[in-house]
């Protein structure tokens, strides 16, 4: 009985060392990136440089991305040649190419330009922008991002983007997908759409149908989905703080629409905080 006890205990310590990897390595999965995309087919070094120089055709682009993060995971350092490419997509006026961009560069920790374009992306116009930077921020401890990476579990406001009356388009605890439409603001005779800036559901309605909202208001507030959250939280487990423990606490207990995975995560979280702050 004895000896089966320091088994169990042993594959305990080293689950727990397994976790605590994984954590580590990747934290930067993108769920946000490849939840409709794939870019299996391999890039020449020609083809590349194209897909990189322009984005005309942004998927291209996202595909030359992907095979340089495919790169960097298998640790091919020659691919640091097209790492000022992949600096310059930070500027680039097509979100999506951004958010590819940003989780590009999250993968290499030792490049101090990354690190610094990483920064400046904090303050992108789009939340999967930002998101991404934040949790690649991570991986060069940095938690700068911190304040977004609590919001990805919060819950991201949707903010009326002119005066208007508010037209809902969607009930509470409908999912949404990046750009899916939530609600139309009318403004005289145009509709001007209020769409999510990322995957997940809404959680509540902050403004009445049908009332006047000014530029800038909250209307409605939408929860992030399973992926988003899970990634938020294996991000805390390294960078959070005893004031998050208010916004885990509800993906420990459980959340209905979560996979239990989401709840065992932010128990880990909340151990991790509660061993570094002493408590």
């Known amino acids: 009985m004895r000896s089966s006890i320091h088994s169990d205990r042993g594959v305990a310590a080293r689950w727990v060392v397994l976790v605590i990897a994984l954590t580590v390595l990747s934290v930067l999965i993108p769920f946000f990136i490849w939840h409709s995309t794939w870019f299996g087919t391999p890039l020449d070094d020609a083809q590349l440089q194209r897909y990189l120089t322009s984005t005309d055709h942004p998927r291209e682009t996202q595909h030359a991305l992907s095979q340089i993060a495919d790169h960097i995971i298998r640790g091919d350092k020659s691919v640091s040649r097209w790492y000022p490419d992949v600096a310059r997509l930070a500027s680039c006026p097509i979100p999506q190419v951004r958010e590819t961009a940003a989780w590009v560069m999250g993968q290499d920790n030792t490049a101090p330009k990354f690190h610094e374009t990483l920064l400046g992306m904090l303050d992108d116009s ?63 005779k145009t509709d001007i759409e209020v769409l999510a800036g990322a995957p997940g559901s809404l959680a509540q309605w902050t403004a009445a149908d049908g009332a006047t909202v000014a530029a800038g208001q909250p209307i409605a507030v939408l929860a992030p989905s399973s992926q988003m ?4 939280l294996r991000a805390l487990y390294l960078i959070g703080t005893p004031d998050d423990l208010n916004v885990i606490a509800p993906y420990a207990r459980g959340i209905p629409a979560m996979p ?15 061993a570094r702050s002493g408590n």
């Open 126 to 188: 789009e939340p999967l922008v930002r998101m991404n930077a934040a949790l690649g921020l991570v991986r060069f401890h940095d938690a700068s991002g911190h304040a977004i990476i609590v919001k990805m579990l919060a819950g991201e406001p949707l903010l009326a983007p002119k005066e208007g009356k508010l037209k809902r388009l969607l009930d509470v605890g409908q999912g949404v997908a990046t750009d899916t439409e939530v609600a139309r603001i009318l403004v005289g």
């Open 229 to 232: 959250a899970w990634e938020a």
């Open 260 to 274: 239990p995975q989401v709840a065992e995560q932010a128990r880990l979280t909340m151990k991790a905080i509660h």
